[in-house]
């Protein structure tokens, strides 16, 4: 049974440019919630997604944007990239029905912007 | 903002319990404490949660103390492979805040 996958592990970018990020989820997992963390930081939440559609958001600029698949996999783009956006960004996956919070996070895509 | 406070670090003998304190002192009646820890490099990992009982599984035990404004998480015997950032979180329905967590080292 895998686990959260992630792709690509390492990406390193320039100023302006765009970037997308893949997520595959848990097996069974329909829900999919994209974090960014900063260096020394705990990791901010970016957006969650279900049945294909953003259901939550948290307080990050219109540049980030994601899409859900029919399978359950995601993608998170983030357009006009900026030296701020350096980050390692997590995907975790859940299941909407469940009555706790339980995420399992994958092991994250460390972008750096140049 | 994080509902929970944190100290930012701690230190813990191998093969001794490590006891890891948060205080979430606004906590609502319908949110859960959670527990994460996040090994360098890695995403992080689920660790345990509770509502108001204390909770045990195979990685470590949860203690809520009866006004649920604080909790103590404890790893009964530490290893070198403890050595992470853990994560108290209090979460409803609604996505995961993560602090700043504390920072556990395992001393050999």
């Known amino acids: 049974d895998a686990g959260v996958t992630q792709s690509p592990t390492h990406l390193i970018k320039t100023r302006g440019q765009q970037v997308t990020l893949r997520c595959s989820p848990k097996?069974?997992?329909?829900?999919v919630s994209w974090y960014q963390q900063a260096l020394g930081q705990g990791p901010q939440f970016i957006f969650q997604?279900?049945?294909?559609?953003?259901?939550q958001r948290g307080n990050f600029p219109d540049r980030f944007s994601g899409h859900q698949f029919p399978n359950y996999s995601s993608e998170l783009n983030v357009n006009a990239l900026l030296l701020g956006d350096s980050a390692l960004y997590l995907c975790?996956?859940?299941?909407?029905?469940?009555?706790?919070?339980?995420?399992?996070f994958g092991p994250g895509t460390r972008l750096t912007v140049l | 903002d994080a509902k929970t406070t944190q100290p930012p670090s701690m230190d813990c003998a191998e093969g001794r319990a490590a006891n890891l304190p948060c205080n979430h002192s606004?906590?609502?009646?319908?949110?859960?404490v959670y527990w994460y820890r996040q090994i360098h490099s890695q995403g992080p990992q689920y660790i345990i949660h509770g509502l108001k009982n204390n909770e045990t599984n195979e990685m470590a035990s949860l203690i809520i103390t009866e006004d649920r404004k604080s909790s103590t998480l404890i790893l009964p015997h530490a290893t070198l492979r403890d050595t992470a950032v853990y994560y108290c979180i209090v979460s409803g329905n609604t996505p995961l805040v993560f602090g700043k967590g504390t920072r556990l080292s395992v001393i050999a």
């Open positions: 975790a996956s859940s299941l909407r029905s469940s009555s706790y919070n339980e995420q399992f």
């Open positions: 606004t906590i609502s009646g319908n949110e859960y």
């Open positions: 997604y279900y049945e294909e559609e953003e259901r």
């Open positions: 097996s069974g997992h329909d829900t």
